[in-house]
């Protein structure tokens, strides 16, 4: 076993640890953007997955309630710990402020105490190129945020040594680098996300099935993590182009593209146990076909559930920015009805919703990031 503090990305602190908690379960969370995880190391690895995890503290310690604490007494308390924690070789020590907390402390002031506290003969500082590098959270409330969060916050320091099973939150290339681009296209960060939450906890999905695949977003990210796609849209020209765009993508992970409604995609693919569907189905301009947008979603559902009754689903549904200002109400509009009454037609076609966050898309467009388990 082995422990690790994770930070989050600033974007979206709720949804960094429902990405977390759907890859490794139950977290200790000493922040709404810090995580405590100790799992084994293989588990450790899916870390390498997440779309929202900016950084990975490895042998760390903590301090609660940092008030009135000034630069030496920080330095003092990291250089303590260093002493048998920092390996000899070259280091650097960095501080990261999330938040608000200890506003009037000086980082810089923290990085040259500490770096003067832990160098000896045999641990020397190196800016440029550290063996090891001593990270410093100071983190206090979070700055008024885009999204609404219910998570506590208290104050505390946490220090430890970086661990590269992260390497940043994940950024993606542009898509309008790809072959094939249409405004549609699903962000990156946003794709990858989606993956990572229709995981069920200790079990990678056996595929990754987008329904509704448009440029290919989401069955790119799923190929890139090696993972098998199973792609489809009644559109041919988005089918040849998500085709091209996972052919350039050359991720690890096979992949099959197909002229499919949404609605047969048991029939197209047969029974796929384990497999997780990830979507965002169409809405307003991009509901190209006759049928209503909404009917096409619950059908995508039911025969998502025929295909993989143990399976998991991840999609994003339009939604009005006011979900953004606190918790998510009953009557809060998502697909042009009230969001219980959506809650409840997912429920009849035998999926339940196990998590739900509304997500800002730009100033008047907001999604609602969905994700459902079988009833049963
Ligand atoms: C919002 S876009 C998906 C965008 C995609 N995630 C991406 O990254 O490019 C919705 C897609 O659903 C497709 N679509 C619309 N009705 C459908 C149906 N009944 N069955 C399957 N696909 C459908 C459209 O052709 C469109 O490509």
């Known amino acids: 076993m082995r422990s690790l503090t994770l ?4 974007w979206h602190p709720p949804l960094f640890r429902a990405e977390i908690m759907a890859l490794l379960g139950p977290i200790e969370i000493l ?13 450790l690895q899916s870390i390498k997955r997440a779309a929202l995890v900016d950084d990975c503290l490895r042998d760390s310690a ?15 308390h990291v250089a303590e710990w260093a002493e048998s924690r920092v390996p000899p070789g070259s280091f650097s020590v960095r501080v990261r402020r999330l938040g608000t907390a200890l506003e009037g402390l000086s980082r810089r002031k923290i990085e040259s105490e500490t770096g003067a506290l832990i160098a000896s003969e045999t641990r020397t500082v190196d800016l440029d190129d550290p063996e090891n590098e001593v990270v410093v959270l100071i983190a206090g409330p979070e700055d008024a945020s885009s999204h609404w969060d219910d998570a506590q916050t208290t104050s505390l320091v946490v220090w430890g040594l970086r661990d590269e099973t992260s390497t940043g939150a994940y950024k993606g290339k542009p898509p309008t680098e790809r072959p094939f681009f249409k405004p549609v296209t699903l962000d990156p960060r946003l794709a990858r996300l989606m993956v990572s ?8 999905p056996t595929a990754i099935v987008d329904p509704f695949c448009g440029t290919g977003g989401i069955a790119i990210e799923a190929s890139l993590l090696g993972m098998q796609a199973l792609a489809s849209d009644l559109d041919p020209e988005m089918v ?10 050359n991720g690890e992970g096979a992949y099959s593209v197909e002229l499919c409604s949404a609605e047969e995609i048991h029939e197209l693919w047969g029974d796929r146990p384990g497999s997780s569907f990830v979507f965002d189905p169409p809405y307003g301009r991009n509901a190209w076909t006759s049928g209503d947008g909404l009917s096409i979603l619950m059908g995508a559902l039911s025969s998502a559930l025929r295909m993989s009754p143990d399976g998991s689903v991840c999609t994003m549904l339009p939604t009005s920015p006011e979900a953004l200002s606190g918790p998510l109400s009953g009557n809060q509009i998502v697909l042009g009805r009230d969001w219980d009454e959506i809650r409840e037609m997912i429920g009849e076609t035998g999926w339940s919703v196990v998590h739900s966050a509304p997500v800002r898309v730009h100033r008047s467009l907001s999604r609602l990031v969905v994700v459902c388990h079988p009833s049963d």
């Open 7 to 10: 930070v989050g990305s600033g």
């Open 31 to 43: 922040h709404p953007r810090i995580a405590f995880v100790t799992q084994d190391e293989s588990s």
């Open 62 to 76: 903590r301090l609660w309630d940092p008030q009135g604490l000034d630069e030496r007494e920080i330095s003092n």
């Open 197 to 204: 939450l229709a995981h069920r906890p200790g079990r990678t």
């Open 240 to 249: 040849e182009g998500t085709t091209t765009n996972l052919q350039r993508a």
